[in-house]
């Protein structure tokens, strides 16, 4: 099993995420299942996310006529 670095990012900031894999799928099946954590941590928060790639989301708050938009993402880190 070889270890691999990711970056989960959420607007300007980012944290270093370790996947431990056997081969390139995987990395992405463990990429996404980290990821979807996370967006079910923020969606539990009030945010509304909406899936844009395989490893990226799009998550909008509304309240009080204010609204607020981030990125969310993983990528591997070469």
Do not use: D
């Not at 909406?50 to 799009?58: F, G, I, R, V």
Request: charged share 35%.
């Amino acid at each position: 099993m070889a270890t691999h670095t990711a970056v989960y990012y959420e607007a300007r900031k980012s944290e270093i995420v370790t996947i431990n894999a056997k081969n390139e799928e995987e990395v992405l099946e463990k990429l996404v299942q980290e990821l979807q954590k996370r967006i079910k941590g923020l969606e539990n928060e009030g945010w509304k996310c909406k899936q844009e790639e395989p490893t990226m989301y799009t998550c909008v708050f509304e309240k009080g006529g204010a609204r607020h938009e981030l990125t969310v993402g993983i990528e591997l880190v070469e």
